[in-house]
Nanobody, 113 residues
Framework: QVQLVESGGGLVQAGGSLRLSCAAYGSSRSRKAMGWYRQVPGKQREWVASITSINSTLYGDSVKGRFTISRDNIKNMVYLQMNGLKPEDAAVYYC???????WGQGTQVTVSS
């Protein structure tokens, strides 16, 4: 069973940066591909970025060039470096394990204009 715990959210001014972390606990063989998603109240959860076990990365159009997803397989961590934050980036950010279909509890990101 996989458990995901996000951290690193907070309040930041527009143009600032945050680094989100996702700690993965449980069977390591399940963490072949990981992703970050975000959700604001009243809207569907939105895909942000994904990374495979060989570090291939994909990004949503709205974050491409500003966000970077990375992983540390030894530490069982996945990160999301967010630069140039905009008010529209404010959301609860969730970590996701594609193999086990497991979500983390989310971490809140607030961006002030």
């Amino acid at each position: 069973q996989v458990q995901l715990v996000e951290s690193g959210g907070g309040l930041v001014q527009a143009g600032g940066s945050l680094r989100l972390s996702c700690a993965a606990y449980g069977s390591s063989r399940s963490r072949k591909a990981m992703g970050w998603y975000r959700q604001v109240p009243g809207k569907q959860r939105e895909w942000v970025a994904s990374i495979t076990s060989i570090n291939s990365t994909l990004y949503g159009d709205s974050v491409k060039g500003r966000f970077t997803i990375s992983r540390d397989n030894i530490k069982n961590m996945v990160y999301l470096q967010m630069n140039g934050l905009k008010p529209e980036d404010a959301a609860v950010y969730y970590c996701y394990d594609y193999y086990s279909s497991t979500w983390g509890q989310g971490t809140q990101v607030t961006v002030s204009s």
